[in-house]
């Protein structure tokens, strides 16, 4: 599992963002979570293993980096992302 949460450097949370991790090892492992109101992220069912991720929001990469199994990430973002707000 890797848990985390995104914001921006704002504070502003990025709900609905799409979270994918890919396994480095195996690219054809993948795992995907929406980050949800409270602006949280919980990727299940990963091996241990190191994942690349890769936050998306409206077509726009807020950030990529590599993370392995049992990570707790705080991801903060100058990436600027619009759509519509979830309330």
Known sequence: TIRGSVHGSDGELFARAL???RG???RG???TDVVDA???FEL???R???YDLTIIQDGIVLDQRR???GAQLEIETTQRA???SVE
């Open 48 to 50: 241990d293993a190191s």
């Open 29 to 31: 492992e993948q795992v």
């Open 82 to 84: 619009r759509g519509c």
């Open 24 to 26: 480095v090892d195996d």
């Open 38 to 40: 409270a602006g949280r």
């Open 19 to 21: 979270v994918l991790a």
């Open 44 to 46: 299940k069912t990963l």
């Open 67 to 69: 993370a392995r199994s």
